[in-house]
């Protein structure tokens, strides 16, 4: 079994396993990070799931035993080393400072805690010495669409130096939790059943055969706070406020996997071949690109694991110091669970 290496207070190394608890235990995420967790190995004593009052008592299969899911609440937090955070940005405002003053460190997936200053928000493969510095004992797991494109781009960065970055999304509907992921599973019914893709009453309008924005709307900028995501933590992580970041983020009928579109300008030239190397020696992603095979990534491709899928990588035809590419990944693994326990495992110093 993998073990933790955790300082003692005396400074000295002990391999031991964590208590640990997951908040959003019952949500896309949360069941993702059970299996991330079992998948790994994980160096877990104890597991403590925690989600709203609506679930409490459901029961959750982890390394074969059913645990029951409880009301998250204060005294649950007691004892925890690790806490893995997955409900959405108001559960984190409220429970994060909790868990904590506890004693845990909070590793959150939501939009809560990303921009604060004293908030480390890291990506593993690309900036891991951040998230050595949390004087909250929380950080943050950025977007999943940050993750995948700054997986994909960060080596790219440290060659050529980026200097404007034009991203269109093609985002699934697990990236909007469980229930767009039912509502799509029923427009589709609905659409082979009786032909038509709205359903009766509903609201708003189908994700089933088109494509929608319908993200928070921040009318002063005309952006999209999906959009706007993009652009902070993209400057955030990389350091640089400089780099512009022109996004557009769509949803589209996709069970999982999200995929982008990329374009990217360089201070410095950087060729389709040598940035196919750099790729190819870069960590925790996959070039798979054979353009004259028809060989591409695609959201199915990436379903279940968790490397970056990076393809069509060509050269700006008439600018020497710009790239496009294709970038897809699974968002509830790396998007979420699997960048978010990659983070604990290097911070607990977890060996294989
Ligand atoms: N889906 C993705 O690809 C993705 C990627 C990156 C980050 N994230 C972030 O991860 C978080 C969860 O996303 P998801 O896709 O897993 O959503 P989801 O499927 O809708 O699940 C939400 C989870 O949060 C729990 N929850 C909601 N409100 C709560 C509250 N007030 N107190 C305690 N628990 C509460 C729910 O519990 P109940 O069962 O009791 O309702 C459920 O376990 C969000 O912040 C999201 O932005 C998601």
């Given at each position: 079994?993998?073990?933790?290496?955790?300082?003692?207070?005396?400074?000295?190394?002990?391999?031991?396993?964590?208590?640990v608890?997951?908040l959003?235990?019952?949500?896309?995420?949360?069941?993702?990070?059970?299996?991330?967790?079992?998948?790994?190995?994980?160096p877990?004593?104890?597991?403590?799931?925690?989600?709203?009052?609506?679930?409490?008592?459901?029961?959750?299969?982890?390394?074969?035993?059913?645990?029951?899911?409880q009301?998250?609440?204060?005294?649950?937090?007691?004892?925890?080393?690790l806490?893995?955070?997955?409900?959405?940005?108001?559960?984190?405002?409220?429970?994060?400072?909790?868990?904590?003053?506890?004693?845990?460190?909070?590793?959150?997936?939501?939009?809560?805690?990303?921009?604060?200053?004293?908030v480390?928000?890291?990506?593993?493969?690309v900036?891991?010495?951040?998230a050595r510095k949390?004087p909250?004992?929380?950080?943050?797991?950025?977007?999943?669409?940050?993750?995948?494109?700054?997986?994909?781009?960060?080596p790219?960065?440290?060659?050529?130096?980026?200097?404007?970055?034009?991203?269109?999304?093609?985002?699934?509907?697990?990236?909007?939790?469980q229930?767009?992921?039912k509502?799509?599973?029923?427009?589709?019914?609905?659409?082979?059943?009786?032909?038509?893709?709205?359903?009766?009453?509903?609201?708003?309008?189908?994700?089933?055969?088109?494509?929608?924005?319908?993200?928070?709307?921040?009318?002063?900028?005309?952006?999209?706070?999906?959009?706007l995501?993009?652009?902070n933590?993209?400057?955030?992580?990389l350091?640089?406020?400089?780099?512009?970041?022109?996004?557009?983020?769509?949803?589209v009928?996709?069970?999982?996997?999200?995929?982008e579109?990329?374009h990217?300008?360089?201070?410095?030239?950087?060729?389709?071949?040598?940035?196919?190397?750099?790729?190819?020696?870069?960590?925790?992603?996959?070039?798979?690109?054979?353009?004259?095979?028809?060989?591409?990534?695609?959201?199915?491709?990436?379903?279940?694991?968790?490397?970056?899928?990076?393809?069509?990588?060509?050269?700006?035809?008439?600018?020497?110091?710009?790239?496009?590419?294709?970038?897809?990944?699974?968002?509830?693994?790396?998007?979420?669970?699997?960048?978010?326990?990659?983070?604990?495992?290097?911070?607990?110093?977890?060996?294989?």
């Amino acid at each position: 079994m993998l073990r933790a290496q955790a300082m003692t207070e005396s400074g000295q190394v002990q391999n031991r396993a964590l208590r640990v608890a997951i908040l959003g235990a019952t949500g896309l995420v949360g069941r993702t990070m059970l299996q991330v967790l079992e998948e790994r190995d994980f160096p877990i004593s104890e597991l403590r799931l925690f989600a709203s009052s609506r679930s409490a008592g459901t029961e959750l299969e982890f390394r074969g035993q059913r645990i029951a899911v409880q009301e998250v609440n204060e005294e649950g937090f007691r004892g925890l080393e690790l806490a893995l955070f997955s409900a959405g940005a108001e559960a984190s405002r409220k429970w994060a400072p909790i868990a904590a003053s506890a004693g845990a460190l909070v590793i959150d997936n939501s939009s809560a805690w990303r921009m604060d200053p004293e908030v480390p928000l890291c990506i593993p493969e690309v900036n891991l010495e951040a998230a050595r510095k949390a004087p909250k004992r929380i950080i943050a797991n950025p977007n999943c669409a940050t993750i995948q494109m700054l997986v994909a781009l960060a080596p790219l960065h440290r060659e050529a130096k980026i200097r404007q970055i034009v991203v269109a999304t093609y985002q699934a509907a697990s990236g909007a939790g469980q229930k767009l992921v039912k509502r799509l599973e029923e427009e589709l019914r609905h659409f082979v059943e009786k032909g038509q893709v709205a359903l009766s009453n509903a609201p708003e309008r189908p994700l089933a055969c088109n494509l929608l924005m319908e993200w928070k709307r921040d009318v002063q900028s005309h952006h999209q706070e999906e959009e706007l995501k993009l652009i902070n933590e993209t400057r955030k992580i990389l350091g640089d406020p400089s780099i512009i970041v022109s996004p557009t983020t769509v949803r589209v009928p996709v069970f999982n996997g999200h995929a982008e579109a990329i374009h990217v300008e360089f201070e410095r030239p950087i060729t389709a071949q040598r940035a196919r190397e750099i790729l190819e020696a870069a960590e925790g992603v996959q070039v798979v690109d054979e353009f004259a095979k028809g060989i591409y990534p695609t959201p199915i491709d990436a379903d279940g694991q968790d490397l970056v899928l990076v393809g069509r990588i060509r050269e700006a035809l008439g600018k020497p110091n710009a790239l496009s590419l294709w970038v897809v990944a699974d968002n509830l693994r790396k998007g979420a669970a699997t960048n978010a326990i990659q983070i604990a495992e290097a911070l607990f110093s977890i060996m294989g």
